[in-house]
């Protein structure tokens, strides 16, 4: 493909631009690489006071273990830490969260985008406001009732949490994509023979698949991602994945727990890295989505 | 839409936010403005062969009633906001009294816990937003000018900071500049001073929690203004190009007034989001070099003492300072609505 | 098969007024053509009519039953619409077959019914296909099927026929007139295309700002423009309008002057006549420099700036001129049309 004479950009600053973009790449990815691979050593060489070759080359790793290579970090935190016990905590946690953020999220962003009166235009603008606000707050604001009424520690009370938490974003998304939908669709359904929720469910929700695969993303990766609230909230034996890490930290004394944490974390940022693969598309557009209305 | 049927399609959306989030707002200005019961002290008189003696000892069954009868405490007013680890008014007409000059002032008014929190979350959050903003346009720039074929990936890759869980990126950046990490080696060979660890330094804390707020929110701010540039109207380029405007003339008069609503809509965003700044000092264990607001409740909530009413305190204040710093949008939007409206 | 009334009809949005009080009985079988610009309240109207709006004040009754609580689907109307509003997930068969799946319509008479439907409108051989593999004139068809699908009291059509281009849009517009004879049903039909309404039309409603100028068949309102708005709306070019004055039964205005108003009383007024109705000639009523002059094909049209007004005259196809000449033009005062100057209301004289 040849540019046409008008798009030709000087060389100095193609240059620049490239060599600026590359810069970013490797900052960008540099890190998780990095951790990759030292997750696979032991902790003297990952944090190598001699040289900082040693946590590519790994010569403790080699003294110690045999193999130049080590799974023992994953080993610790998954079966000896029982990390399993937290993914499928976090597992847990997150399809309730999202399939529930999107029931919810749906059903209102809808009826937002439909209503041409005022209230709704202040539901957004309220809506909005929570969204400002640091989930940290709001877990200052759920101690004492829920100690009170005995609902904390539940993974269920998390859960439920987590949708409030996530609603006024979940709801932005998707009015903006019903708005998208034009009125005529719902409209003509109604003609021939819905009531407004079958028109909803029948017409408007096949739809808006796309729509809402992009928002359960979103919801999927603001509950994965969460530690204000499942590291209040949650007892010990209901801890979700990032909270665990967390607590991992805690006992740093310990030789070896550190390694325990890099591996937790390699495994926390893997299904994000498949994620990230497969939906690249949608993330994209979603987070596009929101900002073209404005 | 009906309000009936407006009602049953918004209800279970606006309980969860009302019960979940409306809600606690009620509870922490309730909870901020009492105080855990004292322990109920009672005197009793042991007596023995050689006469009585007096001594006060906690009453644990009193104390228990007491605490069940009004599980909130007692109403002590506004005095946790004014307190020492809050708005500490006393304290600062002390060090107003006492300084020595306005630097002197705000130097010792920003050891206050409160304040020191607060310079630390005003501080990111005016930093972060316009350094990722423009770093987000630059790469989007970049980005902009590769042949389509390089696009996807380079997309994926921007992507990684960004979609990583908060606490695990400035985990990993973490590590990485840890004295024996990579980085950290880096900065000592750089600097010449092998005993340089940034953990043991407030301004190298401060700069590395600012690197790495700008490295994950950077890619939200590219992925934005290139999906704007690619909805640059193709034909007032166009004619900007036939009208004789130079390359910085059509980004300065076309290309970046077009991105200017979306510049807004993601300094929005980013306040909202820096201003709960509060993973990465968990993170990089910052605590003792910077406190963000968040940090400050969470440290408040966590441990074997909590300190509700504390924490409560702090919240509403939090509160009320994200609604100041958005209150510019809300309103604009609201007359914006309500020219629409007209 | 109903008829509609409409009593008192108005909405309104705040202070903003969409449509005012609106009277109209709509007779069973009739094509009832609602016609004026946009924002006229036609659309708003209509959609009072199938329940999608509320009405502010008034009544609706359809078939003599009031209907304003009722939701639009139990109103028995079927729906056109200007997008269309083709559900894109479902093939042609199923989006023509929705209507009676949702009305729980016995499965057995579905698939006959749908087969009928899309062999009026041709469709038969797209049966499979999602909309968006469909042509504008095809999905608007595959709307039509939908509405004639299941026999309802009344159809609505909300400018149908504005998204297709001009040539599709006039054989549609037949199929669409042919349709309405064999099946017979109360229609109303929305648009601001002035031919559309001529050519459809029983009677035609011309709105504007929510206020029904007149009401009347096609011929009555192109004959007989209740008003200055009708007359400036309806036809192409629109009627002639002038300022001036009638004194003594004689019309002066700038460049004009007519005799012969002998039953009109003195004062101002707005005069107005049809292009085709005046004739050049070497003199006459009007004398005025020409403006512009466009060849139509069968004839000229030609243009006089007549004051501040611009006056159109039809010209045969020869005629020769240029722009500055001065042109005369004959033009009867029976054919011309008296307005009052404050209302715009139409005036009677004695010579009609």
Redesign the interface.
Known sequence: ?TTRV?DR?PMIL?VV??S??VL??I???F??L??LW?SFKVEGD????AD?LN?LTGPLTIAETGGSFTSSGYYGAWVQEEFWRAAMNSLTVVVCVVCISL???T??????S?????Y??W?L?I???????????????????FF?WNLWGHLPTAI??L???N??FT?WMLTSFFRNIPKDLDESAMMDGCS?FQA?RHVIIPVMWPGVITTGLFSF?LA??D??VTA?LLSKENQTM?PK??SF?GTTQTKGNVMF??SS?IS??AP??L???FF?RQ??SG??A???K? | ???K??LW??L???M??F??????????LT?SVYAPHEQVIREVENCTLFGCSKATQIDQEATRALRDAE??GRFVGPSIYTDRNHLAFAEIAGIWRNASGLGDFFGQVTNLPFYDALSFTLTYTALVTPLSLA?GL??A???N???QLFR?P????????M???????A???F??I?A???LG??LQALAGDPGLSIKASTPLMWTMLIVYGV?SSA??AF??YY??LQ?VPGDTLESA?IDGAS?WERIRYVILPHLL??T???ALIKI?DN??V??PI??F?AGAHAKS??YF??S???GET?L?SS??A???L??AG??VL?SPV?VR??HA?GRV?A | MADIQLKGLSKRW?SFIGVKAMDLHIADGEFLVLLGPSGCGKTTTMRMIAGLE?ATDGDILIGGARVNGLEPKDRDIAMVFQSYGLYPTMSVYENIRFPLKVRKIPQAEHHERVMRAATTVELTEFLDRKPAALSGGQRQRVALARAIVRKPKVFLMDEPLSNLDAKLRVSTRAQIKNLHHELKTTTIYVTHDQIEAMTLADRVVVMSKGVVQQVGTPLEIYDRPANTFVAGFIGNPAMNLLRGEIRGGVFEGRNVRIPGFSGAADGQVHLGFRAEDAAVAQAGEIAAPIYSLELLGDASMATVQAGESLVAIKAPKDFQGRIGEPLAAQIPASLCHLFDAQSGERLRWSAL
Not at chain 1, 114 to 118: I, L
Not at chain 2, 154 to 161: Q, T, W
């Open positions: 493909m008008a950009r193609r631009m490239s600026f973009l970013w790449l900052v960008a990815a890190p998780f990095w951790t030292g990952f944090f190598s006071k900082w946590a029931t919810f999220g059903l209102g962003g809808y009826a937002l439909r209503s041409p009166y005022r709704a235009f539901l603008l809506s909005l406001v929570f969204r400002a606000m640091p989930p940290i707050t709001l877990v200052s604001g759920y101690l004492l009732p009170e439920i949490v949708v409030a938490i609603q006024p709801l407004r909803f990766l994965y991602n530690f204000a209040m990032i890490i967390a930290l944490a890099v974390v926390v940022t994000l890295f994620l990230v693969m690249q993330i994209v987070l596009t929101g900002a073209v404005g | 839409m009906k309000h049927t407006f399609f918004f279970p959306s606006g969860a936010m019960l979940f989030i409306a809600m606690p707002i009620v509870s922490v909870q599980p909130m770093f630059i790469i720039l970049a980005v000018a590769l042949p996807g380079v997309i994926f890759v921007s992507l990684l900071p979609i990583v869980t908060p606490l695990v990126g985990l990993i950046l590590w990485m840890d024996r990490g990579v080696a880096a490295w890619p939200f992925v934005i999906a704007g909805t190009m390359r609503p979306l807004t809509f993601m909202m201003f709960r509060f993973e968990v993170s264990s607001l968040s409740i969470y408040d909530l966590g909590r509700l924490a409560a702090t919240s509403v939090t509160i994200i609604i958005i809300l939007t609201w609505f409206r | 705040g509320d």
